[in-house]
């Protein structure tokens, strides 16, 4: 098993681009999550999903989409990047809402 | 939103030594975490604690979920050069639906001196 892998683990981007960042999982969780790290900081989520097809916002959602239309994809979408944007993105995965969460290696993104 | 004050930030130690790190808060969580991230890597699980007052090892890592349901901390005894990286604390409440979510420590990171 691959776990969570996540794509791509690297990009730059320019105010205004938009770009889609990929997270799948092969473990058949139901639950996937999306986080963004920033420096000195803890990880905070962006949004999440209880279910092919479902979505929901966490503490940072603003600027970011999500789609879950398969199970075992989750897509983190930037319409039109901003430099605040610019972290490190984290995708997870868990059974259930109190289950482990298993994260993917991160995706790298600068805004200039 | 819920905050999580974790100390210390940073630490270097000399192999060998013990580590002590810990996590406060204001709120009541029903579940204590313990990840550890490696450069480059996403957080892995150390140890997840469940009820008040349990004391929960895995290894050389022992951690305690505090009596008042708002504070953690996590030992390491008898620091290794691979203890290096990223400690976070994270506490999970029930946030309706099925939901949980958890809100995570700036993190502690810890450097070992051969």
């Known amino acids: 098993n691959a776990g969570v892998t996540q794509t791509p683990k690297f990009r730059v981007l320019k105010t205004g681009q938009s770009m889609t960042l990929l997270c799948a999982q092969d473990m058949n969780h139901e639950y996937m999550y999306w986080y963004r790290q920033d420096p000195g900081m803890g990880l905070r989520l962006i949004h999440y999903s209880v279910g092919e097809g479902t979505t929901a916002k966490g503490e940072v959602p603003d600027g970011y989409n999500v789609s879950r239309l398969k199970k075992q994809n989750f897509l983190l979408g930037l319409e039109s990047a901003a430099p605040s944007q610019t972290s490190v993105y984290f995708c997870?995965?868990?059974?259930?809402?109190?289950?482990?969460?298993?994260f993917g290696p991160g995706t790298r993104l600068t805004v200039l | 939103g819920q905050q999580l004050n974790q100390s210390p930030q940073s630490m270097f130690i000399q192999e060998g030594e013990d580590v002590s790190m810990n996590c406060t808060s204001s709120s009541i969580f029903n579940t204590w975490l313990w990840y550890k991230q490696d450069p480059g890597e996403g957080p892995v699980l150390l140890i997840a604690?469940?009820?008040?007052?349990e004391l929960t090892s895995n290894g050389r890592l022992t951690a305690q979920f505090g009596i008042t349901r708002k504070d953690s901390f996590l030992n390491i005894s008898a620091s290794i050069p691979s203890d290096v990286g990223i400690y976070f604390c994270?506490?999970?409440?029930?946030?309706?639906?099925?939901?949980?979510?958890?809100?995570f420590g700036k993190g502690t990171k810890l450097s070992v001196i051969p």
């Open positions: 994270a506490g999970r409440t029930y946030s309706g639906a099925g939901s949980y979510q958890l809100t």
């Open positions: 997870a995965s868990s059974w259930g809402g109190n289950n482990e969460q298993f």
């Open positions: 604690l469940y009820k008040a007052g």
